[in-house]
């Protein structure tokens, strides 16, 4: 079945440091990829997604590029903040079916 | 502009007791979902109702039963509470299987 891998955290970087997330993935056919955030206390927020091969997701300084020929989804932040403390969540779904998520990865910036 | 409202928040139950997590959704969304949160374990998919009238299992089911009251509302019944259930529940929705889904800020449960 599909499933999501995604690097294990905690992540602790410096304030304006690079971020990189990885995640890979493995489907049949061709699923469209997503990044959910989720801050203390709260639900899973839509960061980004990306639909076909390629396809760059953007927000808020985050982007991740849908890699088809790696199965990847990996996702960068030029420049962290504080208010980046969260769990990052990649997802797929594939056709009309359920989300599948990977198991998240804790970030935490300090200043 | 509501969204995804869980209640409650917050709850406590002995070993065996009943209770019913409700879900609604503002939305007009097709598609809603119940998700146990677990540390190190991530999201794991309970139960699902892709329409109306329509609920399949997911992931981890065992202990857990749902209804579809109407297109808005999806509960979720825990009709005897052990401890393993001890966890943060999420409910979301989304216009269809394939689209981002809206999460609730969660009930978080504790069995003792």
């Known amino acids: 079945g599909d499933s999501v891998t995604q690097m294990e955290g905690p992540v602790t970087l410096s304030e304006e440091a690079f971020l990189t997330i990885n995640c890979t993935y493995t489907a049949t056919g061709y699923p469209s990829l997503f990044w959910y955030v989720q801050y203390p206390g709260e639900g899973l927020q839509l960061l980004l997604k990306?639909?076909?091969?390629?396809d760059k997701g953007s927000n808020k300084g985050f982007e991740a590029t849908y890699r088809k020929e790696t199965t990847s989804f990996h996702l960068e932040k030029g420049s962290v903040q504080v208010s980046d403390s969260a769990v990052y969540f990649c997802a797929l779904s594939s056709g009309n079916t359920p989300l599948v998520f990977g198991k998240g990865t804790r970030l935490s910036v300090i200043a | 502009n509501a969204g995804v409202t869980q209640t409650p928040k917050f709850q406590v139950l002995k070993t065996g007791q009943s209770m019913t997590l409700q879900c609604a959704q503002d939305m007009n969304h097709n598609s809603m979902y119940w998700y146990r949160q677990d540390p190190g374990m991530g999201l794991r998919l309970i139960y699902y109702s892709a329409s109306e009238g329509t609920t399949d299992k997911g992931e981890v089911p065992n202990g857990y039963n749902v209804s579809r009251l109407n297109k808005r509302e999806f509960s979720l019944r825990l009709e005897s509470a052990a401890p393993s259930q001890t966890s943060v529940y999420f409910c979301?929705?989304?216009?269809?299987?394939?689209?981002?889904?809206?999460f609730g800020d969660g009930t978080r449960l504790s069995i003792l």
């Open positions: 979301a929705s989304s216009r269809q299987g394939d689209q981002p889904q809206h």
């Open positions: 990306a639909t076909k091969a390629d």
